[in-house]
């Protein structure tokens, strides 16, 4: 196998290269700051907006190495190369390719999305031999909606409840859906306000040059604004003297438990994960000649390439075998 899973850590095989490890290891390449993706490593590779959100989370990083999308990196050690380009999944998220000196290619893409975003760069199609791909909504059934046209619909929605004397408030992730929603809502004229959290972070895009305008919450909501929250963030309001519905923008809202699991009025498709049909339409295009699914459904996503004549199989834990013990 190309990469081996150890311990809930993936690595490149016969390098030292950790990818989004989730305990400390020597040497990371951290695809994005998402909570799950991250930890304090003794050097982390990655983009330097990715490397700017994670010391936003995590405190001051150890050795740091900044790539940007494009640039190359050799590792000393393990005679490989390092680039990385853009994921589309939020702000500074990338995939890299790890170049092995006989010329073969693997890709890892992190989390990633096909759909075209305003405050993160458009994903790439990466060619190469192997591909490593997440397989968060990999399942047939998930098939998104274009992604413009949803938040069309959830400025309607929200200018409706204004109407009605309501106060509409979009529940999202702090990191990324957060902002890009913001953007999103801010494009289609409605002021946004947000919680303490999101709106930190939408300082820090700012600051990274991804204008993200938007309120940070006072204590009310002021007329005809739409709030931007995390649902923990919310849930002291409930119940306020501002009459507020809630809507939660996830791409669990296709299943039927979409709004009750993010304790919403109701739920809108909208992701920053690939759909089924994108990661086919990447593992088809880029010309690997083997998938390695991960993540969420990577068994199904893998079985849904091989029906499609892409030699896929999901990654698993290297299981450490023991010696028997005696009667
Ligand atoms: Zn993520």
Redo the contacts with the bound molecule.
């Keep these: 196998m190309p990469v081996e899973l150890k311990q809930g850590s993936l690595r490149v095989s016969h390098t030292p290269l950790h990818l989004d490890a989730r305990r400390r290891t020597p040497l990371c390449f951290v695809s994005?700051a998402?909570a799950d993706?991250i930890a304090r490593h003794e050097r982390t590779v990655a983009t330097p907006q990715t490397l700017a959100l994670m010391a936003h989370r995590l405190g001051p990083l150890e050795a740091t190495v900044p790539l940007r999308f494009g640039e190359r990196l050799s590792l000393e050690s393990g005679d490989v190369e390092l680039e990385l380009f853009p994921a589309g999944?939020?702000l500074g998220a990338a995939q890299v390719r790890v170049t092995r000196p006989d010329g073969h290619r693997l890709v890892y893409t992190g989390?990633v999305s096909l759909a075209p975003a305003l405050t993160a760069a458009p994903a790439a199609v990466v060619p190469c031999d192997t591909l490593v791909v997440e397989a968060t909504f990999g399942h047939p059934r998930y098939v998104f909606p274009p992604r413009e046209g949803v938040y069309d619909e959830v400025a309607a929605w929200a200018r409706t409840q204004l109407g009605r004397g309501l106060v509409p408030v979009m529940l999202t992730y702090g990191l990324?859906k957060g902002q890009e929603t913001i953007a999103q809502l801010v494009a289609r004229g409605l002021p946004v306000c947000t919680d303490a959290g999101i709106h930190a972070v939408a300082g820090l895009y700012e600051a990274l040059g991804v204008p993200v305008p938007s309120r940070c919450f006072d204590g009310a909501f002021r007329e005809g604004e739409v709030g931007v929250f995390t649902p923990k963030a919310l849930e002291p309001l409930r119940g306020g003297p501002q009459k507020l519905v809630t809507a939660a923008l996830t791409g669990w809202a296709l299943e039927s438990w979409g709004a009750r699991r993010s304790g919403a009025d109701v739920a809108f498709p909208v992701s920053?994960h690939a759909d089924f049909p994108s990661l086919l339409h990447y593992a088809r295009s880029c010309g690997a000649r083997e998938v390695i699914t991960l993540f969420g459904f990577k068994e199904e996503l893998a079985k849904a390439l091989k029906a499609h004549g892409v030699f896929a199989r999901a990654v698993h834990e290297r299981v450490q075998m023991s010696l028997p013990l005696g009667p």
Excluded: A, P, T
Aim: charged letters at 25%.
């Design positions: 994005h998402h993706h999944h939020v989390d990324g920053d």
